[in-house]
Each structure stands twice: as C-alpha cells, then as structure tokens.
C-alpha cells in the first residue's frame, strides 16, 4: 500500500503541476488580468463593506484556503500565510505562482508588521481565523473577510472572485470543476455498481470520520458518489473511538493521516474490529495525501482527489 501511496503522490503532484499550467496559460489574456474596468467596486462580506479602488495588484491572504483561491484566479499574492498547524511552505503544486510570496505565519498569529511592509491593496482573510485582527488589517489596506473556509469554499472563491475583478473566472473554474466531477463519478458509479465511500483521518486527537459538509464530503457529493447511512449527514464529521470503528463501514475506505496521528492510524489497523469492515476484506483501503484531501480547501486539492478517485477506480480522468 505504501509503495502504490507514493506512486499515486507523484502522479498526484505531476498532474497537479499540468492542470495549475493550464490554468496559467489564460493568465496573459489583458481584458482579464490587466483591466480596472468595474472599479471603483463595493464588496459586501462577512463583516460588513470594503472599498476597492482599482482592482487589486499587490494582495494577501492569510489562510491557506485563500491563498490557493488566489493563485486559482490568477492574481499575483505578495504575502500569505502558507502552513497549517505544523506543515511548513507553501504547498509544492502551487509552482511558480507562490515562489516570490512572502510567508507570513504561523496561521493563528501572522506577522502583522512583515505584512505591512508589502504594502498590499487587498488583504483577504477569515473571521473564524482573525475576528480580533481586523480592524488593524483594515487600518493597513482594504480588508475582505469570508466568514470561514471549510464548508462554503466554493462561495468563498466566488466572493474573492467579485474583490479580485475575476467573476467570470470564478464561475468558469467551478463549473470545470463540477462537470469533471460528475464525469469520474458517473464512470465510478456505472463501473462499481454505485460503491459506497468513506473518509477516516487520523489526527492527535479523536478519530474522525468525514461527512458531507467536509471539504472531501463536498468533492464526493459532487462526484454523486454514495456514503454509507450513518454517513450521509449534513455535519463536517463523526468523532469515533476503536470500539465505534464499525461505523465506518463501506465498500471502499480512504485514510489519511495528519503528524501526530500515525500511532493511533496503526492501533485502529490493529484492532480486530477493522478487519471486520467491508472495504478491509476486500483490500479497497487506499491511504492519500492529508494535506490535499483535508487541509487545501480548494479547486486544486479537488482535482486532486478527483485525480485519487479515477486512479483507485481506474475510470477516465476525464481531463
């Protein structure tokens, strides 16, 4: 399995690198990156208004989310908080795009001062990660706040898309997004007889089973691929013991692991309850790559999982 995980992980990263060129190459057109035309503009976002001038050049986002959003429109990020928790840098796939931006975590206490050395024209960021900073954000530079980053990252693009004069680029992205989905799933579904999926990550803490608010519930969900009953909730995820390890039952098993979670990833593997569960006895447990299934909470960490999902099905990547 560890062996077939590093092939799909560089597969993962090779296909990653194509599609993010692909979206670069329609960075160059000027009516999308060059003109100011609908600015001055007023963005209403979770706290309250901003007003945007022109459009922006020089932008921050701090969170990691945001940052990928960013580079998925096309515009230039001068400064931007790339590591969650532990992980260090910017995430390899985002290329040239992050190469010149500056690190400005950690993520729960950014380098306000480094910050305002950029002197960016728009800082973009999260109240659920920097309520108490923004009215010093806003004193540096107009400041856009979405409300979170898990559940509506798709509105979260949009939003972004409006601040950053690139609507039309927003949509266009998403919807590219969602018909490729559909297109692995459809495959998935016709070729497995509609399999049911479920997602357990390992974390330095309880066990969690992801449901359909989750960023990966939502990519499954717009794959329309099936979740087992318990499973197939409206909540982001189902906290599990070992003695619980039944509800995570289903045909097909994707796990990740985050630090600190390795040793409890191998006393679940351990525990005869997990030989129990359907995907186990039929050797359909794939490990994957936590920081894209988890932690990227974007457009390219979806293609991502859509790119897990057609390899572990071998169905057409639809690419």
């Known amino acids: 399995m560890k062996a077939w995980t590093r092939g799909i992980a560089a597969v993962t990263a090779a296909l990653l690198a194509l599609w993010l060129a692909a979206c670069g190459s329609t960075q160059e057109e000027p009516s999308a990156a060059n003109s100011s035309a609908g ?14 001038t022109k459009k922006p050049e020089r932008i921050v986002a701090l969170d990691n989310s945001l940052v990928e959003a960013v580079v998925l429109l096309g515009r230039p990020v001068v400064g931007g908080v790339g590591s969650y928790r532990n992980q260090q840098g910017f995430p390899s796939y985002l290329g040239d795009a992050v190469k010149d931006t500056k690190d400005l975590g950690p993520l729960d206490n950014p380098n306000l001062e480094l910050l305002a050395t950029l002197k960016p024209d728009l800082i973009v960021s999260a109240t659920v990660r920097h309520d108490a900073l923004y009215d010093k954000l806003s004193a540096i530079a107009p400041t856009v706040f979405v409300k979170t980053t898990g559940p509506i990252w798709k509105d979260n693009i949009r939003l972004l898309g409006q601040a950053l004069g690139e609507e039309t680029r927003a949509t266009d992205t998403l919807a590219k997004y969602e018909s490729r989905a559909k297109k692995i799933g459809d495959a998935i579904n016709a070729k497995h007889n509609k399999p049911t999926i479920s997602i357990v990550r390992f974390v330095d803490g309880p066990t969690r089973i992801y449901l359909n608010k989750s960023f990966s519930g939502i990519v499954l969900k717009d794959a329309g691929l ?3 009953a ?20 289903a045909d097909y098993l994707f796990v990740t692991a985050f630090t600190g979670g390795e040793d409890r990833k191998k006393r679940f593997m351990a525990n005869p309850l997990w030989q129990r569960l359907t995907a186990v006895q039929n050797g359909h447990v794939y490990s994957v790559d936590d920081a894209l299934w988890m932690t990227s909470v974007s457009v390219q960490g979806a293609h991502a999982i859509l790119d897990d999902l057609a390899g572990r099905f071998a169905v057409d990547p639809a690419r």
């Open 39 to 52: 600015f001055p503009r007023t963005i209403q976002h979770d706290k309250g208004t901003t007003t945007l």
């Open 230 to 249: 318990n499973q197939d909730k409206d909540d982001f995820n189902l906290e599990i013991s070992e003695e619980q390890i039944g509800q995570a039952d």
């Open 226 to 228: 099936a979740r087992p």
